[in-house]
């Protein structure tokens, strides 16, 4: 707590008000540059997200409505309901409005919405209401954002009123995971080329009247397709044009990545083909608890939803600091963000999401590193020019700063840029290599411009070299060096569903996408750091932890945690067109490039799923809604649904091979496809069946609410 004076100089004189630190930040991540302040009247957008009540009642409502087994199964609420259910005490509105206003923030520079209010102003202005002082700053993807530097605080007595204050201080979504954009021409060669007949011919997939309310949708964060890739990918491929609406600047021009959208665009509207299609695109800063806010709020929100973007879990506040400095953790954001998905689950919204492209170490961003290179599988991507190493990794000390980096597995992390960039780490890194008696060492470089550690002795056997503050030796394992494994956020939320990937060898075999087996990403899987496993889900954990399938060190993961993926689809070899056009990328000319990725399953299984909407809206019965527990449900009465991938494991990221990962099992649900890829036409009858046996149980449920009516009026009558 910190005691600021305030003068109010309207009233001549000097009042000292206390006042919490909400938000702390000494500087920015190392993926992105300070460019310095902002002019000052350029806008500030800010998020005070205001304490809910009865989430309690709204988790139980979201796993009624979701259970097939439930009287209440498909009975969802409406947004009004919704909203009711868990807005904030009425004091507590008036008084964020009441402090607001005495900041002199006016009623068209905010909007109310239930649980939260929205903030528009100069930044002088927002430096004047949170005591702190703005600049703008660069992610190396070229993404501009402004955000504090030093603290920023609000009066003592709005503390108890909110959950946090978002767009202060977090750098958010800039390095999410993102698809494998390849030349199909170099692609590999025994690997069937994914086209949408190619999808629908392996799944079963059966195409099937348009409901004239059915509607799906694409979440992009600071990403835009190109509309002239989509046509000509729909033209390509006899695809009928679909109706698409956009929200969200088209940053193309701006220089944002147009691949991941182009192929999210153009596979969910290949499968989901016909049905109306909303493309969402949130500015730099928006993330995942944005997107959901603005879903909920829709008049006509999209059925089915995919989001083809992951964090790790711990970086879902701040990549800069400790995350507790920013008056919020990463735990408190993920557990915000899932209300916000269970809000959308209990609206009967599907929402889909992408397990990972780097395996169950996580992407070297957001990883430790702390996960032993398996030296038996050197250099996975090819191109180097030795092709094993006894020793693959190093450990990379500065002392004067008391930082490691586990080299190369973690190279992106903040660890790595903090050590690699010391002005000595060059001459250290030389110095070690010829240091060395007896043993060879070399920075070897593969087809992807990756460096890879070849070494003809063991780790133990290399000499440590210090050079100044930096000193090197062969990498040795320890658990006590930070976290093996990093899942991503939302895929870990138990409110949405995880798709991880597969490969096809050909027309009848599938198994897991790994670069061990030439797949150009490995699928994501494992388990949450914060969110307990949920009912739907721990009996085919428990039967997959129990089945004597090898496991990696107990140390290295919580079994008692939400596990994903839930299901897979194919995320290899997809043919997706892009633009060429360095005018205009919104048009043609255009060309054909292979992509993979869990980027791939993802909008492929929800446009899956809008075609399973389409069925049940004809057949008078509502939107499938949240399927998790359908999913397992079905995996246990009719397990012939589910193709089972039987081959692979998760021990690789997109670059490099860890010893420790999780394997397939023969049957069942694992930790790296899940409980396998559906057959669509088996899920199809089973849905039906299940919203028939749903809606047949209807009217004795209602005629139990009439009598229980009745009898409370004729208790009123005669009391």
């Given amino acids: 707590m910190k005691v600021l004076c305030v003068f109010l100089v309207c009233f001549l004189t000097v009042v000292c008000s206390e006042r919490t630190i909400i938000a702390k930040n000494g500087g920015q991540p190392h993926t992105y540059t300070l460019l310095g302040k902002p002019n000052s009247d350029d806008e500030i957008h800010f998020k005070v997200l205001l304490k809910q009540n009865n989430k309690d009642v709204l988790d139980r409502t979201f796993w009624e409505v979701s259970d097939p087994k439930h009287p209440r199964y498909g009975q969802f609420l409406r947004r009004e309901e919704v909203d009711s259910l868990v807005a904030p005490n009425k004091e507590s509105v008036q008084r964020v409005k009441d402090w607001l206003n005495q900041e002199g923030v006016s009623t068209n520079q905010m909007t109310a919405f239930s649980d939260y209010v929205s903030v528009r102003v100069p930044v002088s202005h927002a430096e004047k209401i949170f005591n702190?002082?703005?600049?703008?700053?660069?992610?190396?993807?070229?993404?501009?954002?402004?955000?504090?530097?030093?603290?920023?605080?609000?009066?003592?007595?709005?503390?108890?009123?909110?959950?946090?204050?978002?767009?202060?201080?977090?750098?958010?979504?800039?390095?999410?995971?993102?698809?494998?954009?390849?030349?199909?021409?170099?692609g590999v060669k025994d690997d069937p080329i994914i086209t949408p007949s190619v999808l629908f011919d392996f799944y079963n997939i059966v195409l099937n009247a348009t409901n004239e309310t059915n509607i799906q949708g694409i979440a992009a964060f600071s990403d835009y397709y190109s509309a002239g890739a989509l046509t000509n990918f729909w033209s390509s491929f006899n695809i009928p044009q679909a109706q698409v609406t956009n929200y969200g600047t088209n940053c193309l021009s701006q220089g944002c990545d147009q691949t991941e959208s182009d192929l999210d665009m153009q596979y969910m509207t290949a499968i989901g083909q016909g049905i109306p299609t909303v493309f969402i695109n949130q500015d730099p800063g928006g993330w995942v608890l944005d997107w959901a806010q603005q879903i909920e709020a829709m008049t006509n929100p999209p059925l089915v939803n995919s989001i083809s973007y992951g964090l790790g879990e711990a970086y879902q506040c701040s990549q800069v600091d400790d995350c507790q400095t920013l008056g919020y953790d990463a735990q408190q954001y993920i557990e915000r963000t899932d209300t916000e998905l269970a809000k959308l689950g209990t609206l009967g919204l599907t929402v889909m999401v992408s397990s990972g492209d780097d395996g169950a170490p996580g992407q070297s961003y957001f990883s430790t590193g702390n996960c032993p290179i398996d030296a038996t599988k050197y250099c996975p991507a090819g191109g180097c020019e030795h092709t094993t190493s006894q020793c693959a990794g190093l450990t990379i000390t500065d002392t004067s700063k008391k930082v490691q980096c586990f080299y190369p597995m973690g190279n992106q992390n903040s660890a790595c840029n903090t050590v690699l960039s010391n002005k000595n780490v060059n001459t250290a890194l030389q110095n070690f290599v010829n240091g060395q008696t007896g043993c060879t060492v070399d920075l070897d470089e593969d087809s992807q411009g990756n460096d890879n550690i070849y070494s003809s002795c063991t780790c133990s056997q290399l000499k440590g070299v210090a050079t100044g503050t930096i000193s090197i030796s062969g990498y040795t394992f320890s658990q006590n060096n930070g976290a093996v494994f990093s899942a991503e956020y939302p895929s870990t939320s138990p409110y949405v569903t995880a798709v991880g990937a597969t490969k096809l060898l050909d027309t009848n075999v599938e198994i897991a996408a790994s670069i061990d087996d030439g797949s150009f990403i490995t699928t994501g899987g494992g388990f949450s750091v914060y969110t307990p496993m949920p009912d739907f889900q721990k009996a085919a954990v428990s039967s997959y932890l129990n089945s004597g399938t090898a496991l990696p060190p107990s140390f290295s993961y919580n079994p008692s945690n939400r596990a994903i993926p839930d299901i897979s689809l194919n995320g290899h070899q997809y043919e997706v067109a892009v633009s060429t056009n360095s005018k205009n990328y919104n048009t043609c000319p255009c060309q054909a490039t292979g992509v993979?990725?869990?980027?791939?399953?993802?909008?492929?299984?929800?446009?899956?799923?809008?075609?399973?909407?389409?069925?049940?809206?004809?057949?008078?019965?509502?939107?499938?809604?949240?399927?998790?527990?359908?999913?397992?449900?079905?995996?246990?009465?009719?397990?012939?649904?589910?193709?089972?991938?039987?081959?692979?494991?998760?021990?690789?990221?997109?670059?490099?091979?860890c010893t420790y990962g999780f394997v397939n099992s023969k049957s069942g649900w694992n930790p790296v496809t899940g409980l396998g890829t559906p057959d669509y036409t088996k899920l199809q009858n089973y849905i039906m069946q299940a919203k028939y046996s749903a809606l047949n149980a209807a009217p004795s449920s209602s005629v139990s609410v009439v009598l229980l009516g009745l009898v409370s009026i004729i208790v009123l009558i005669f009391a």
């Avoid at 530097?149 to 767009?167: L, R």
């Fill in 132 to 186: 702190s002082e703005f600049f703008n700053f660069e992610s190396k993807k070229g993404k501009r954002i402004t955000r504090i530097i030093g603290e920023a605080s609000v009066p003592n007595e709005i503390i108890p009123h909110i959950d946090f204050i978002g767009g202060l201080s977090e750098f958010l979504a800039d390095f999410h995971h993102t698809p494998v954009p390849f030349n199909l021409a170099m």
């Fill in 596 to 657: 993979d990725g869990t980027s791939c399953s993802s909008p492929a299984f929800a446009g899956f799923v809008s075609l399973l909407n389409n069925n049940l809206l004809n057949a008078g019965y509502g939107p499938i809604g949240p399927i998790n527990q359908l999913l397992y449900q079905m995996a246990v009465e009719q397990p012939d649904a589910y193709n089972t991938i039987s081959q692979g494991n998760n021990k690789c990221t997109k670059n490099y091979c």
